[in-house]
C-alpha cells in the first residue's frame, strides 16, 4: 500500500495564485521528500524536510512538517504557468528498507 | 553530465516475451532503484540495490528480477511479460544513507499486448 496519500488529487488554479498540495503518511520517517513530474518525463527532487524539522522553505516552494500528524504540506507562491506538473510527496522511513515510498500525486494545472 | 540513463525510451512487447530494462548512472551513487508508474498510483517500488553486490525486494517484485552489473549499471528483466507489466518504468540512484535525494532517469514506456 502507499505510504503516502496526497490530497488534492487535481488542482487548477489561475496564474499567480498560491498552491497548497497535502500529504499524509503511516509509518515514523527519517525525512519527507516532495518532487515534480513534467509530463512524459522523469521526477526532479524539489525539496527534503527532516523529521526534527518543521518547515523549509525554498525559492517559492514551502514546505511544513506535522510528525504527530503524519502529514506535510507543499506551498508553492504565486505559481506560474510553467508550474503545471504533477507533484510526489516521497518518504524514507526510520526502520528497514531505505528506498524512498511515493504518494499517488497532486497534478496541478496553472492557467495562464 | 548525463545523470541516470534509461534505454529503451518506448517498447512494446507480445505477452510472453522477455526484455531487460537497462540503467546506467554517472554519479558515483551506491544506491539504485527501479520503480514502476501507473496511472493515480504513484510510484511503486519494484527492486533495489543499496550498494554493488546487493539486491532486495521492494513492493511489487513478483514477476521481475534484477541485476546490479557493477556500481553504474542496475537492470531490469521481465522474464515472461503480462499485460498487468504495461507501465511506465523509472530507474533511480542516490548516494547511499539517510536524508538524501534520488536523481530519476527519464523512464521507459512498456505496453505488453
Known amino acids: 500500500s502507499q505510504q503516502g496519500e496526497e490530497d488534492p488529487q487535481a488542482l487548477s488554479i489561475q496564474e499567480g495564485e498560491n498552491a497548497t498540495m497535502n500529504c499524509s503518511y503511516k509509518t515514523s520517517i527519517n525525512n519527507l521528500q516532495w518532487y515534480r513530474q513534467n509530463s512524459g518525463r522523469g521526477l526532479v527532487h524539489l525539496i527534503l524536510?527532516?523529521?526534527?524539522?518543521r518547515e523549509k522553505h525554498s525559492g517559492r516552494l514551502r514546505v511544513t512538517l506535522d510528525t504527530s500528524k503524519k502529514s506535510s504540506s507543499l506551498l508553492i507562491t504565486a505559481s506560474r504557468a510553467a508550474d503545471t506538473a504533477s507533484y510526489f510527496c516521497?518518504?524514507?522511513?526510520?526502520?528497514?528498507?531505505?528506498?524512498?515510498?511515493f504518494g499517488s500525486g497532486t497534478r496541478l494545472q496553472v492557467q495562464p | 553530465n548525463a545523470g541516470v540513463t534509461q534505454t529503451p525510451k518506448f517498447q512494446v512487447l507480445k505477452t510472453g516475451q522477455s526484455m531487460t530494462l537497462q540503467c546506467a548512472q554517472d554519479m558515483n551513487h551506491n544506491s539504485m532503484y527501479w520503480y514502476r508508474q501507473d496511472p493515480g498510483m504513484g510510484l511503486r517500488l519494484i527492486y533495489y540495490?543499496?550498494?554493488?553486490?546487493?539486491?532486495d525486494k521492494g513492493e511489487v517484485p513478483n514477476g521481475y528480477n534484477v541485476s546490479r552489473l557493477n556500481k553504474r549499471e542496475f537492470s531490469l528483466r521481465l522474464e515472461s511479460a503480462a499485460p498487468s507489466q504495461t507501465s511506465v518504468y523509472f530507474c533511480?540512484?542516490?548516494?547511499?544513507?539517510?536524508?538524501?535525494?534520488?536523481?530519476f532517469g527519464q523512464g521507459t514506456r512498456l505496453t505488453v499486448v
Open positions: 533511480a540512484s542516490s548516494e547511499q544513507g539517510i536524508d538524501t535525494e534520488a536523481f
Open positions: 524536510i527532516r523529521s526534527n524539522e
Open positions: 540495490s543499496a550498494s554493488e553486490g546487493t539486491t
Open positions: 516521497a518518504t524514507e522511513t526510520d526502520t528497514g528498507r531505505r528506498a524512498l515510498t
